[in-house]
């Protein structure tokens, strides 16, 4: 299955620690033989239709960068106005020492078309990203990606957002995502064997969106300027304005409920029976290893404790407990996932910045956090046969 997860490897760059997109789940023997072409000719060649219906900024005011991995060469590239994927280049940083890979907008719509490749459009409004190739651990050069969540990127004044998507023989693979930040309001369409749209926000769901986070003492440091953008909670921890131990008591709690109690856990493997046992570990049943008491950092980033390996076994129990913990229903539900949307980030401790967008979406589809395809409440969409792609920025 194709999901963030797939996109986002474990791969960073060391400078500001971004990924490198299409690490995993993406270089496999199907896409052996695409080549890199040119406008109509490029593999792959998926009508893209851009929309600006933001109503705060004109479509000179706007830019769209898509860039990320070939997956025929594993290069990192970028794609033009045209529709041609071309590798990313040290050479290319003329623009004071950055690239300039943007596509401007021709109009309130503007038709492109999308390569296979595995990677992310951006969307800058009001000014441009400054992209920046370097040279990576192997000497290959690689892009260093913008982080919205740190004050020293050179992107950091600047409203941006983006879609990320794996396109190749098998399908076309997207999602919008707030799993590090959220400024602009994106709406996906795939069309192909099914027509699906997702990621569309409410009338005002932007302003719902910041109102609600500013509201709340814990998580109102994540709103960044004037509501240039809202950071994730975890990248708030790491940068000291979220309390490091927040989930801590909902940790105890849970903790001290399934040391005596069976929790048990439902993936496409089986049922795994847990309970925590006398070295503070959750220790599972049938092949599942141990999974130790996570910290705050862990559940908002799915991660250390929770990570989730790609083996079929302790990998989903691990996503299906982080979806848990950051939806607050683990301590109440011993037979997870839970699939009641009702009952999600209804606890007193819980992740209120992924809740309150699933709350302002028209489908109550986000990806607030990286296991929020557990259970398909991802603003994610798949289509094996797909005839044409589009991106709405949505009315602010």
């Not at 890199?36 to 004109?58: C, E, R, V, W, Y």
């Not at 599972?284 to 950092?297: E, K, L, Q, Y």
């Not at 607050?328 to 606890?347: I, K």
Request: charged content about 20%; glycine content about 12%.
């Amino acid at each position: 299955m194709f999901n963030r997860r797939s996109f986002l490897g474990g791969a960073t760059l060391a400078a500001v620690g971004v990924p490198l997109l299409g690490a995993a789940g993406c270089g496999s023997p199907q896409n052996a033989g695409l080549t890199s072409g040119s406008g109509a000719g490029q593999a792959g060649a998926l009508p893209l239709t851009i929309t600006n219906d933001s109503g705060s900024f004109g479509s000179d005011q706007i830019r769209v960068y898509i860039v990320g991995t070939d997956l025929a060469t594993g290069q990192q590239s970028y794609v033009t106005a045209d529709g041609t994927l071309r590798p990313v280049s040290e050479s290319d940083n003329t623009d004071d020492g950055f690239t300039d890979y943007s596509i401007p907008l021709s109009g309130d719509t503007t038709e492109l078309s999308l390569p296979f490749m595995s990677g992310r459009i951006y969307f800058a409004l009001g000014d441009k990203l400054r992209f920046k190739v370097v040279a990576d651990g192997d000497g290959r050069a690689a892009l260093q990606y913008p982080a919205g969540w740190v004050e020293s990127d050179p992107n950091y004044e600047v409203l941006h957002d983006t879609v990320e998507f794996t396109h190749n023989t098998s399908g076309m693979f997207c999602n919008t995502s707030m799993v590090d930040q959220f400024s602009v309001p994106l709406s996906i369409k795939l069309t192909g064997d099914a027509d699906q749209t997702t990621g569309t926000f409410k009338p005002g769901g932007r302003d719902a969106v910041f109102d609600a986070i500013a509201a709340d003492s814990d998580y109102s440091p994540l709103v960044v300027g004037d509501r240039l953008r809202v950071i994730a909670p975890g990248h708030g921890l790491d940068t000291g304005v979220f309390p490091s131990d927040y989930y801590d008591p909902y940790i105890d709690e849970v903790w001290s409920r399934y040391a005596g109690t069976d929790l048990r856990v439902t993936t496409n493997a089986g049922t795994f029976t847990g309970r925590v046992n006398g070295s503070d570990q959750l220790v599972f049943d049938n092949g599942v290893a141990p999974i130790s008491r996570p910290s705050t950092r862990d559940v908002f980033f799915c991660d250390g404790a929770l990570a989730a390996p790609n083996d079929g076994i302790t990998g989903p129990v691990a996503a299906i407990l982080g979806a848990a913990f950051n939806r607050s229903t683990l301590l109440d539900v011993a037979e997870q996932p839970t699939t009641d949307a009702a009952a999600f980030y209804q606890h007193a401790i819980t992740n209120r910045y992924a809740g309150v967008f699933h709350e302002y979406t028209e489908d109550g589809k986000a990806y607030g956090f990286a296991f929020d395809d557990v259970v398909d409440f991802a603003s994610y969409i798949q289509d094996h046969a797909p005839a044409a792609f589009a991106v709405t920025i949505s009315p602010f």
